[in-house]
């Protein structure tokens, strides 16, 4: 009996750690943002997927609508770049919300994904802003 017992309470901690995780999916939203190089945009053209900068080579990063204005400033000053609204049903690969070290705000990271074109929902020129 005891073993049965174990075999349960084992069952019961992963449950509570999946509904209680930020990877549970029925908490994703539905769109999420990529921000990506003119460079990279053009490359990626005839491709089935979004080809990606080394930034991306571990996970691919991802941004919330209303984490747009930071990631612009800090990573694409005085840069054209293309603003991507991507469907998240339509990522491979696991979609993890966490910190980044040292930090505070969550950010979505996708795992052993890409980006297909399919998943582009709308593309958005951002021209050169001066910061």
């Keep these: 009996m005891q073993k049965n017992s174990n075999i349960k309470l084992t069952l019961c901690g992963l449950l509570i750690a999946l509904l209680t995780s930020s990877i549970y999916t029925h908490n994703m939203p539905e769109f999420l943002y990529k921000v990506i190089s003119q460079e990279a945009f053009f490359q990626s053209l005839h491709k089935k997927e979004l080809l990606l900068s080394s930034f991306d080579k571990h996970f ?7 984490q747009l204005p ?7 000053p005085n840069q054209t770049a ?22 505070e705000t969550q950010y979505y990271h996708l795992y ?16 050169e802003i001066k910061i």
């Design 60 to 66: 691919i990063h991802f941004a919330t609508q209303e």
């Design 70 to 76: 930071k990631i612009i400033q800090k990573f694409f």
């Design 82 to 103: 293309h603003i991507l609204k991507i469907k998240v049903s339509s990522l491979p690969g696991k979609l993890v919300l966490e910190k980044n070290p040292g930090g």
């Design 112 to 127: 052993n994904g890409s980006i297909p074109k399919e998943s582009i929902l709308q593309e958005v020129l951002l021209e």
